[in-house]
């Protein structure tokens, strides 16, 4: 991650419609992973690698914004943890 990214500010302005298109946005691309409740604890997220991050943990929560919406916008590179033989 780019080191100015953790004083990088949130580009979106919170409003009831934004947090409804969110909500949306994370049960079509998020929760398969992350899970409804972000712990993390799926079929699919637990075969990932680097395992999929419980975002309810303060490490997570504690990030900035800047740090999200990068990783959000981002991703993260994954491989299956999955290793054919």
């Given amino acids: 991650m780019p080191r100015d990214v953790s004083s990088r500010k949130n580009p979106f302005t919170s409003s009831p419609e934004l947090l409804q298109e969110s909500a949306r946005h994370f049960a079509d691309h998020c929760d398969s992973c992350h899970g409804n409740d972000g712990g993390g604890a799926t079929e699919m997220g637990g075969n990932l690698f680097p395992r999929t991050p419980d975002m309810r943990l303060d490490s ?13 916008h981002n991703g993260v590179r ?5 290793i054919s033989q």
Avoid at 60 to 72: A, F
Avoid at 78 to 82: I, R
Wanted: glycine share 6%; aromatic share 16%.
């Fill in 60 to 72: 997570t929560q504690k990030l900035s914004d800047g740090e999200l919406y990068y990783l959000i």
């Fill in 78 to 82: 994954w491989q299956s943890a999955v």
